[in-house]
């Protein structure tokens, strides 16, 4: 069935936003008047550089340009002290012991970091927008200089934060961090992006023996990859993600075929039980529990042609996420907005945008 969907103006706010039903309840339920993207895990009532980061990349596929600007500047002031080009964002944000609301930890996070500089990058593209394209370079440029390190006997790869993941010996990875196809676009700015995404397609490729990925892994001198000793040999929430980059890759993308092929170990757990494992042993591939509605979204793209998407096509479609699940949300709006072709990434990793179209097209 092929239903059509117009373009609604509903006041300035909406004004030339395509509808997407799945960004318009994550937006009125998670982001705050100001542009906060706000997890109400354990009440706390916490922000992320990666939901601000994540708030980002929905609006410009939703073509909200006003609740793009609104998530931009408030990423902007709280998290950057005003500017997002002189110093990398803190990655948590929330209320202080003293009753105060700030940043909790100035650490960076380099995926939101990533997810940030490149979706100023395409906002400046299809919007057309010097501004945005400018505010990107200058922090791809930091993200770069702070966060990417040349690793003796693998390459350059991007740290997971700006500190407190090196050792003089062993580097903490963590595999979901680098989407191959940001990489690919990156890479047309500098040519490090091109050294990273090298060494990201070793360690999508070497760092998981049994062809299911890792939540974290380590690359120690002279031993290479380790289990990470403060995660074990897990592969659950942070992991999932691995699955859904592949997935969404331009089918014409140099090596994935070699990385899809390598993780259809994945596929087959889900096939065999109808439903994502959420817990998966990546030193022996046994896996333990069911994922969350969120696992089985993120699986779409992942499963594309299996008889086991239409299942989790299904399972979603009858039980989306609540007001209450901000990650499944994320994973929801990745995995269900490229299914129903909100949005794709061709092979340069450029993003593809339904209302570049005369219609927004969405196919069941």
């Known amino acids: 069935m092929m239903m059509f969907c117009c373009c609604l103006i509903v006041g300035q706010a909406w004004a030339d936003t395509c509808y997407w039903p ?3 309840r994550f937006s009125q339920q998670y982001i705050s008047r100001e542009g906060r993207v706000i997890d109400p895990a354990d009440g706390k009532n916490i922000t992320t550089s990666e939901g601000q980061s994540y708030g980002l990349f929905f609006a410009l596929v939703a ?3 006003n609740r793009f600007d609104q998530l931009l500047n408030w ?5 950057a002290a005003g500017d997002l080009t002189a110093r990398l964002p803190g990655w948590l944000w929330g209320k202080k012991p003293d009753g105060r ?14 997810w940030i500089a490149y979706t100023l990058l395409e906002a400046g593209r299809l919007w057309r927008s ?6 990107g370079t200058l922090l ?5 200089r702070e966060e990417v390190v040349n690793i003796p006997e693998l390459g ?8 407190g993941f090196s050792e003089p010996d062993s580097w903490r990875l963590n595999p979901s961090y680098q989407p191959p196809q940001l990489l690919s676009r990156l890479g047309h700015t500098e040519k490090v992006w091109n050294e990273v995404a090298v060494t990201n397609h070793k360690l999508l490729l070497e760092a998981s023996p049994a062809g299911v990925a890792a939540d974290w892994v380590v690359w120690q001198k002279e031993k290479g990859w380790q289990t990470d000793s403060k995660t074990g040999a897990t592969g659950d929430y942070d992991a999932i993600r691995v699955y859904l980059w592949l997935g969404m890759l331009s089918e014409d993308t140099p090596g994935k075929s070699e990385l899809m092929d390598h993780y259809q170990p994945m596929a087959k757990l889900t096939q065999d039980t109808g439903l994502p494992p959420e817990t998966i042993d990546t030193q022996t591939g046994k896996a333990t529990g069911t994922g969350p509605v969120g696992f089985s979204a993120a699986l779409l793209p992942f499963l594309t042609g299996s008889p086991a998407q239409a299942i989790q096509r299904e399972r979603v479609m009858n039980n989306m996420p609540g007001s209450d699940a901000y990650y499944n949300n994320v994973l929801t709006l990745f995995g269900l907005g490229w299914d129903q072709q909100y949005y794709r990434f061709n092979q340069q990793g450029e993003l593809q945008v339904s209302w570049e179209k005369d219609t927004c097209k969405n196919i069941h």
């Open 130 to 135: 010097r501004g945005y394209q400018v505010m």
């Open 22 to 24: 799945q960004w318009q």
């Open 75 to 79: 990423t902007e002031n709280n998290l």
């Open 63 to 65: 073509n909200d340009r």
């Open 140 to 144: 791809l440029q930091r993200i770069a």
């Open 101 to 114: 609301w700030g940043i909790l930890d100035t650490n960076s996070a380099s995926d939101s970091d990533l």
């Open 156 to 163: 350059a790869m991007l740290m997971p934060g700006k500190i």
